[in-house]
């Protein structure tokens, strides 16, 4: 099936309930074709790309080589409006904790765990590894994508590794659970964020509509 001009893609890689993210997507999209493919032809002729997923590090780099998609992925990443969701946030780094395993490496750092021993909050209770549910996260600069969308405003996290970039000139936004930790980074016509806009009501449709308009 190839992609119509304008579809936005949503690289289907095995892992992961990718509905979602599609019914979402449909919701903002303006009439725009969202394709759920696993087609790496798909993924290269659409105008847009969105990179979700959820589930082990391992696993997802695995499932990504085994359909052919790597290629495609690292082209969508240099040339067109990109959006990396969740673990597919963190795919796009050098390395992660989780396994053991390389990246793409799009993004210079590493993938770390929680670390179990400062997982406490401001009252010292012990915080739950993984950070599961709504928290805030701070916006580090200006972009298109929190265009209408409250500073501090609250999104939907399900994670326990998050991104730890070399570059801190790509941090776009930073949450605290425990730690303060980068939520979201952003390049060029690249943005990718550790929450699941997706279920964040408000202000992750928001996200969604911007991407959808952005023109990088």
Same mark, same amino acid.
């Given at each position: 099936?190839?992609?119509a001009s304008g579809a936005i893609a949503?690289?289907?890689y095995g892992m992961g309930n990718l509905r979602s993210v599609w019914q979402a997507l449909v919701h903002v999209a303006d009439g725009r074709e969202v394709l759920?493919?696993?087609?790496?032809?798909?993924v290269a002729?659409?105008? &847009?790309?969105v990179f979700p997923g959820q589930g082990a590090m391992p696993d997802c780099m695995r499932e990504l080589e085994a359909r052919g998609l790597r290629p495609a992925v690292l082209e969508a990443a240099k040339s067109k409006p990109f959006l990396g969701i969740c673990i597919g946030q963190q795919m796009l780094f050098e390395h992660s904790e989780e396994g053991d395993v390389p990246g793409l490496g799009v993004f210079a750092g590493?993938?770390? &765990?929680?670390?179990?021993g400062q997982m406490v909050d401001a009252q010292g209770s012990k915080l739950k590894v993984p950070h599961m549910g709504w928290n805030e996260v701070r916006q580090s600069c200006a972009h298109p994508l929190w265009n209408g969308i409250d500073d501090g405003a609250r999104f939907y996290f399900v994670h326990s590794y998050y991104v730890d970039p070399v570059?801190?000139?790509c941090v776009a936004g930073t949450?605290?659970?425990g730690i303060p930790f980068t939520s979201a980074v952003a390049r060029d016509n690249i943005f990718a964020i550790q929450c699941h806009p997706e279920k964040s009501a408000q202000a992750g449709l928001a996200l969604l509509t911007n991407f959808i308009h952005w023109k990088p």
């Open positions: 099936m190839a992609a949503v690289v289907d759920v493919t696993a087609d790496p032809a798909v002729a659409a105008e &847009r790309v590493r993938v770390r &765990r929680f670390p179990a570059d801190r000139a949450t605290d659970y």
